[in-house]
């Protein structure tokens, strides 16, 4: 981490008192680490609107006897190798099954190919996690 800049910030005493909930509630250690954090996240969220390289992760929760669906899944992960750094299988009990795709690449092309696996059919679950190559 660079040079510390300590800075001074103007803040309504209600929107503080809130603040200070919330910095307790979620067990930041001071009101600067979660400022920090939530800096942090606005500025990835920009990283992904504003089109820039980002990274991070789509998970797919589905039974594999579903007919089909895994030749569908298998067939899109080919056509997207270039954004797929890594994939991880988890057989969650006999029928379902977790599976985590690492992704970088441009944020349109992730959120497209995040488009096409969430339209296969049969998935009971997909997420995506936005984060950032740093
Ligand atoms: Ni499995």
């Known amino acids: ?3 510390i800049v300590r800075f001074g910030v103007s803040i309504p005493q209600e929107l503080i008192r ?3 909930q919330y910095v307790e509630a979620l067990q930041f250690n001071s009101r600067s680490e979660a400022l920090r954090q939530i800096i942090r996240d606005a500025l990835v969220k920009e990283e992904w609107e504003e089109q820039g390289l980002i990274a991070g992760g789509i998970s797919m929760v589905y039974d594999h006897h579903s007919r089909g669906m895994l030749e569908e899944l ?3 992960q080919h056509q997207f190798h270039d954004l797929i750094i890594s994939t991880q299988h988890v057989h969650l009990d006999h029928n379902n099954c977790l599976e985590l795709l690492v992704v970088k690449g441009k944020a349109p092309d992730i959120q497209r190919l995040y488009n ?4 296969v059919k049969n998935l009971k679950h997909i997420g995506i996690l936005k984060s950032t190559t740093g």
Request: hydrophobic content about 40%; glycine content about 16%.
């Open 1 to 3: 981490m660079g040079k």
């Open 18 to 20: 809130r603040f200070d």
């Open 74 to 76: 298998m067939e899109l």
């Open 116 to 119: 096409r696996l969430r339209g």
